[in-house]
């Protein structure tokens, strides 16, 4: 090109002229762009100027000197970023579009140029009119370039870019998604092997990785992922693009372990950005972004692993950036501060700290106010000041962390997903100061703050959740009358494994402050998740399917996920639950995207109390609740306000007595166990003084003697025998000589329950499935004889099937599961407290589990008796979740079940099952699941004498 330039110049001493001005002004411009030498592009910059006096006004080819002039200041732009050439290349486009007419061939790629430039000058200065006028102006190129124009996909491109700008500086949705739509019609447009198609893959997927920034859905990212690797495998070893899609790719996997957690995604990133590096030698344009990237996947890792060689490295990195001087330089600066107070957290060295405020400082110092991210340096900032305070213990002045974490504030809108992060860092330290000083409006600022969290429009996140569960705990120490609202917007944010705790005390929270149709709707949202999720993915998508394309497309994929999760209990071995947890988000992902479907914002929302209250239909359903701030009672009644009743106990002495109740029923059943009556009595004493008699005074106001009522329990309290309360005392009365209780995991479940009714109740069948000789388990010698009493009972009047012994299998079980709706089944129980969903029945070749029962395919199942040990023992982390064999039953659709809170003695539960089928079916010529609550309570009340006590209260009722 060198001998190019020369040619030009010996050509214009030759013969001086326009034209010759012109070429070696091309070849100075071209050798610029080659080799960045200043001197060509000024020297290129003077010739063009001569040209265009050459082409005075009304010039027929004025247009083409301008144009090239134009160029020139761009491309002098370009490597000085001196904004003056900018502004001059825009002034002389404007000039060529003023003199060309409209239909002149030139047209469409000078508005491309204004527009560009236009482009170029917003993401230097922030000026919205630029990037507005740009869109408008690539608007009009695109109308220029119709349908089969050759250059119509990269009309389409620019304005998808310029979209995207606007978005990042405005947050609106439409935007971005009108730019992802672009983006897909370049693709459309450009064959699979078009050189160019790599560069608008990465361009589609950037697009969508905004998307999830901004909304949270996990699909767009995975999406994203996906784009990028296509992308990847069109640039083979070699490709000039291969280094950006490997940066592209790493983000992207980055941003997914940072939702979901999985140690591979994050592997995977260190090791394209690793790759991305080696491909970009020194003088690379990309090699500052992938020491910056790997710099950041590796400080991930570190805070993940604690592996200091990786924190090590990342400052490495970042030192040898800054040594290539970025001209984005206050980036690299906050992200080496960053490293570094990561480094100082980990090994506590006040060196590290003080050279990451000093770098902190010096990015603020480059980031003028209007750049989006000064916020973000200005709360690196603050923290690193708050470290650096308690690490010297002095007592200093709030406001030198608290000014900075305002002025982070102040610029990002209520819809920024960042908002949470300034606003969370804010709240806290006015906490501080007001703890510290007791001014007010401390206080006042910071609920104000917290209360904009309710009115969030973005999908939430972590933050998010951090944030709120904050504003819960400051609201609940000072009293603040923002509390309810508070636990509200947290069980909004939070996911199903960080609920539970939080709902009780959101309940005793709402009955505090009175409002109790609000607690039993909290209470509801956070307990027993696991199965709500499930029961819903088999909600009718006929509504949905019938709105249009988007809620098809959106029913199909709900549907699958739904199948894919129900399926993940086919797999036979190991604890599926982190499998679990990754469908589950991504069901959680679809959910989101129907709701933001007219007519469909409250898609399987969870209900309210007008529709909860219907589980009280067939008499009083009583939350006990258990909470750090109160235990209460709640009386659901089906045509009144909810009842609360204050309990005198404290959840610690619930935990006491629930442990206590544990440890003396571990080892019922057993030979050599001795069971300590006494002091089981005096739990159940304890649990008729503190909670059960003040319930009982007010249900004999409302209910008559003898009625049925429905405990559902929270907490501890799921652990207790609520059923078997009393003062045990002569000429006292228990609580079952008052009602026939039942038991419900929550209201939805008795909901549904009473809902799901046979469709042809004249075709019934009973099974009854006995194994006493599990491999490898403990003989149980009394299952022939209690099965033999099942069939006298039942075959007279209902089609019954026995399966015993060799029959009694896995297979051979679920088999008879699926095509009968009568089930008593004796047999070992077998909980796993760890791994809850591995808790089974012993068959003959192995263990019958949860997942076996959820994935068998039952038809209109009525009822099931469960006799078997610890039934109704579930998770040992989460009480409330209630995953255990007989809530199985429930959620299979059994409308009513028996199951046992401890070990059943072999010839006590022979007992109970005779005298219960003697009064189910009491000479009636067919069976009703609703009567067997009743039958349970009489049965036990005739066996008094006949068997010990913790026989008598081992089985409970669930269901109708």
Same mark, same amino acid.
């Given at each position: 090109m060198a001998g190019n330039v020369e040619q030009c110049r010996a050509a214009l001493q030759e013969c001086p002229g326009l034209m010759s001005l012109e070429h070696l002004g091309h070849s100075l411009l071209y050798r610029f762009l080659q080799r960045g030498v200043l001197s060509d592009i000024v020297e290129a910059i003077d010739l063009h100027r001569a040209t265009l006096a050459f082409r005075p006004p009304g010039h027929p080819h004025r247009f083409v000197s301008l144009n090239n002039l134009a160029v020139s200041f761009t491309a002098r732009f370009q490597q000085q970023a001196i904004l003056s050439d900018l502004d001059e290349a825009i002034e002389l486009h404007r000039a060529v579009l003023a003199i060309l007419p409209p239909d002149h061939f030139h047209r469409s790629l000078s508005l491309e140029s204004l527009a560009n430039g236009l482009k170029g000058r917003f993401k230097r200065r922030g000026v919205l009119s630029d990037i507005d006028e740009a869109i408008d102006i690539h608007r009009a190129s695109l109308a220029l370039r119709p349908p089969g124009h050759s250059d119509r996909f990269m009309s389409l491109n620019n304005l998808a870019s310029s979209l995207q700008d606007r978005f990042q500086k405005r947050g609106v949705l439409s935007d971005l998604d009108e730019a992802i739509e672009l983006h897909r019609a370049v693709l459309a447009l450009c064959s699979l092997d078009y050189f160019a198609r790599p560069t608008f893959l990465n361009n589609l997927a950037s697009c969508i990785e905004d998307r999830f920034e901004r909304l949270g859905i996990l699909s767009d990212l995975d999406e994203a992922i996906k784009i990028h690797e296509v992308a990847l495998g069109l640039c083979l070893p070699g490709h000039s693009l291969r280094p950006t899609i490997l940066n592209g790719l790493g983000g992207s996997l980055l941003h997914r372990?940072?939702?979901?957690?999985?140690? *591979?995604? $994050?592997?995977? /990133?260190?090791e394209y950005h690793r790759t991305a590096l080696t491909l970009c030698p020194p003088g690379h344009s990309d090699r500052l972004a992938s020491h910056n990237n790997l710099s950041a996947t590796l400080q991930a890792r570190f805070q993940q692993q604690g592996v200091l060689s990786d924190i090590d490295e990342a400052i490495e990195l970042l030192r040898s950036a800054l040594v290539l001087r970025p001209p984005d330089r206050s980036t690299y600066l906050n992200n080496l501060s960053n490293s570094l107070q990561a480094r100082f957290r980990h090994r506590g060295v006040l060196s590290d700290l003080d050279e990451a405020i000093e770098f902190q400082r010096g990015a603020l110092a480059l980031c003028p106010a209007g750049n989006p991210r000064r916020s973000l340096y200005?709360?690196? $900032? /603050?923290?690193?000041?708050?470290?650096?305070?308690?690490? *010297? /213990?002095?007592?200093?002045?709030?406001?030198e962390v608290i000014e900075p974490h305002r002025a982070a504030l102040a610029p990002r809108p209520p819809y920024h997903s960042d908002r949470s992060l300034s606003s969370d860092n804010l709240t806290i330290n006015l906490q501080g100061r007001f703890q510290q000083q007791g001014q007010s409006p401390d206080l006042d600022e910071a609920f104000r703050l917290y209360s904009q969290l309710s009115q969030v429009s973005h999908i939430f996140s972590l933050r998010d959740i951090s944030a709120a569960k904050s504003w819960v705990s400051f609201a609940e120490q000072v009293k603040h009358g923002s509390a309810l609202v508070a636990y509200q917007t947290a069980l909004k944010f939070l996911d199903q494994k960080t609920t539970a705790s939080l709902a009780m005390d959101a309940f005793s929270c709402c009955v505090r402050h009175g409002a109790l149709t609000t607690a039993v709707e909290l209470v509801e949202q956070g307990r027993a998740v696991w199965w709500t999720q499930l029961a819903r993915f088999r909600t009718p998508l006929n509504d949905l399917s019938a709105s249009g394309d988007a809620g098809e497309a959106l029913a199909k994929e709900f549907k699958q996920l739904s199948v894919r999760l129900r399926n993940v209990f086919d797999v036979s071995t190991g604890d599926r639950s982190p499998q679990i947890r990754q469908l589950t988000m991504q069901w959680d992902d679809v959910v989101s995207r129907i709701r933001l479907l007219p007519d469909f914002s409250r898609f399987l929302l969870s209900p309210l109390f007008p529709d909860l209250q219907k589980g009280a239909q067939d008499g009083p359903v009583i939350i006990v609740n258990g909470s750090k701030y109160s235990c209460d009672a709640l009386i659901i009644l089906s045509a009144r306000d909810p009842i609360p009743i204050l309990l005198d106990i404290t959840l610690a002495e619930v935990s006491e007595? *629930?442990?206590?109740?544990? *440890?003396?029923?571990?080892?019922?059943?057993?030979?050599? +166990?001795?069971?300590?009556?006494? @002091?089981?009595?005096?739990? $159940?004493? @304890?649990?008729?003084?503190r909670v059960v008699s003040p319930i009982v005074q007010t249900l004999r106001e409302l209910i008559h003697t003898g009625s049925r009522i429905w405990w559902c329990p929270t907490a501890e309290f799921t652990l207790l025998p609520l059923h078997a309360a009393g003062p045990y005392e002569k000429k006292r009365h228990n609580l079952s000589h008052f009602y026939v209780s039942s038991y419900t995991p929550t209201l939805a479940a008795l909901i549904? /329950?009473?809902? +799901?009714?046979?469709?042809?109740?004249?075709?019934?069948?009973?099974? =009854?499935?006995?194994q006493g000789n599990p491999e490898g388990g403990k003989e149980l010698r009394c299952v022939a004889a209690e099965l033999a009493v099942v069939a006298e009972r039942v075959a007279p009047i209902l089609s019954f099937t026995s399966l015993v012994d060799n029959d009694a299998t896995i297979?051979?079980?679920?088999?008879?599961?699926?095509?009968?709706?009568?089930? +008593?089944? =004796?047999? +070992?129980?077998?909980?796993?407290? @760890?791994?809850?969903?591995?808790s089974s029945f012993a068959m003959r070749d192995g263990p019958f589990t949860i997942r076996n029962i959820i994935r068998s395919r039952l038809q209109n199942p009525e009822f099931a008796f469960l006799s078997a040990c610890h039934t109704t023992v579930g998770d040992e982390s989460s009480h409330d979740e209630a995953i255990h064999l007989a809530a199985a039953m429930q959620f299979s659709g059994f409308r009513s079940v028996i199951g046992s809170m401890w070990s059943v003695d072999d010839e006590a539960a022979r007992q109970v099952v005779t005298a219960f089928y003697d009064n189910l079916v009491d000479g009636l010529d067919r069976l009703d699941c609703r009567r067997a609550a009743v039958a349970l309570h009489n049965a036990v009340k005739t066996l008094r004498k006949k068997i010990p006590l913790e026989q008598q209260i081992v089985f409970v009722h669930i269901g109708v």
């Open positions: 372990f940072q939702q979901q957690g999985v140690q *591979s995604d $994050l592997d995977m /990133a260190v200005l709360d690196n $900032l /603050a923290i690193s000041l708050l470290y650096r305070i308690q690490e *010297s /213990a002095i007592l200093s002045n709030p406001d007595l *629930s442990s206590e109740f544990q *440890s003396l029923t571990e080892d019922v059943g057993s030979s050599d +166990h001795r069971l300590e009556v006494p @002091k089981i009595v005096g739990i $159940l004493r @304890k649990l008729w003084d549904r /329950a009473r809902q +799901h009714v046979s469709r042809d109740v004249s075709v019934q069948h009973f099974v =009854a499935v006995g297979q051979g079980a679920s088999h008879e599961f699926s095509r009968n709706q009568w089930l +008593h089944l =004796a047999c +070992h129980g077998i909980p796993n407290r @760890k791994q809850p969903f591995e």
